[in-house]
Structure formats: structure tokens, C-alpha cells
């Protein structure tokens, strides 16, 4: 339903952008929010946005380097990532949550993408 692209190896400094597409289950009302895992860490939330867009939220860390976006007629979610630090790296996930505002707890969504990779070399 929800599926995650764009991950990969860079160097610090980059940018990537990642990439979630979502299939017809997925109303476009919902709000989507980006998360990331780093090994044997626990699931961090990373973006949030609004089903119209309005609204964006990013964790203290990201602010001001990783913009979150939707393309409501592809039912996709961007999350553009600027400056990349090596602590930047970890498994990236897209999420969708039935409520239309964006939160911030992964508890809050209801559907999940399957991860993208990205390894962020100093």
C-alpha cells in the first residue's frame, strides 16, 4: 500500500530526495509522515504533513535541512534531504495516518511502508 524509494549511499554533504507512493487503499485525505530507523535504535519521527499540504512538522534535527511535500494527483510524499550528516543514516519509512492533521507518534498511523535504506558516508 505504501511503498518507499530513493534511498541509497551518499556522502555527507548531499542531498537525496526519497519517494512514497501510495496505492488507491490510501485516501489522499490522509495525513503522511516520514520516520526513520537506525540500527538498534528505536523508530523516529522525522516529517509530517497535512492531506492538503498546509501543514508540516519536522523533528528538531531536520528542521531547516529536510522539506516534506505530496503530489495529491500521484498520491505521493516527498522528503527532500538536504546537507546529510552521517547520523542522518539510518531505514527511512513513509507512514499514513487516517487523521487529516499531521502527529507525530508512529503509533498514530495506521499504514506502513516497507523502509528505503539510506548510509551516509563522512
Known amino acids: 500500500q505504501l511503498q518507499a524509494s530513493g534511498g541509497g549511499l551518499i556522502q555527507a554533504g548531499d542531498s537525496l530526495r526519497l519517494a512514497c507512493s501510495a496505492s488507491?487503499?490510501?485516501?489522499?485525505?490522509?495525513?503522511m509522515g516520514w520516520f526513520r530507523q537506525a540500527p538498534g535504535k528505536e523508530r523516529r519521527y522525522v516529517a509530517a504533513?497535512?492531506?492538503?499540504?498546509?501543514?508540516?512538522y519536522y523533528a528538531d534535527d531536520v528542521k531547516g535541512r529536510f522539506t516534506i511535500s505530496r503530489d495529491i494527483a500521484k498520491n505521493t510524499v516527498y522528503l527532500q534531504m538536504n546537507s546529510l550528516k552521517p547520523e542522518d543514516a539510518a531505514t527511512y519509512y513513509c507512514?499514513?495516518?487516517?487523521?487529516?492533521?499531521?502527529?507525530?507518534?508512529?503509533?498514530?498511523?495506521?499504514?506502513w511502508g516497507q523502509g528505503t535504506q539510506v548510509t551516509v558516508s563522512s
Open positions: 488507491e487503499e490510501i485516501d489522499t485525505k490522509y495525513a
Open positions: 504533513i497535512s492531506w492538503t499540504g498546509s501543514l508540516k
Open positions: 507512514a499514513a495516518d487516517r487523521n487529516q492533521i499531521p502527529r507525530s507518534p508512529a503509533e498514530e498511523y495506521d499504514y
